[in-house]
């Protein structure tokens, strides 16, 4: 399985920008897919995740300015972020578990894609 990441870049405070992640390989069945982001220094930290049937949760510091949604049919997860704030400045990585047919989890990361806010 591999998770091809996309839409970061370099943006203004304020602004936004929508990140995009496709999974593609032998994929049986998609659980939850989410965001995950690593700032310099600092450990990954969840921002937004989604379950199978919608549910979402998102880390406090981005509730209210970033959206998560999900493709299944594409096998896509996506984040759309605005009002962005200089702390949100990080490598950003797309997570995808995975089930088989035999009950068996497996979770996925993505390469990590590069979100810079200037102050």
């Known amino acids: 399985v591999q998770l091809q990441a996309s839409g970061g870049g370099s943006v203004q405070a304020g602004g936004y920008l929508r990140l995009s992640c496709v999974a593609s390989?032998?994929?049986?069945?998609?659980?939850?897919m989410g965001w995950y982001r690593q700032a310099p220094g600092k450990q990954r930290d969840m921002v937004a995740i989604?379950?199978?049937?919608?549910?979402?949760d998102y880390a406090d510091s981005v509730k209210g300015r970033f959206t998560i949604s999900r493709d299944d049919a594409k096998k896509s997860v996506y984040l759309q972020m605005k009002t962005l704030k200089p702390d949100d400045t990080a490598v950003y990585y797309c997570?995808?578990?995975?089930?088989?047919?035999?009950?068996?989890?497996?979770?996925?990361w993505g390469q990590g894609t590069l979100v810079t806010v200037s102050s």
């Open positions: 997570y995808v578990q995975t089930r088989s047919p035999a009950g068996r989890i497996s979770d996925y």
């Open positions: 390989g032998n994929i049986s069945s998609v659980n939850a």
């Open positions: 989604i379950s199978y049937g919608g549910y979402t």
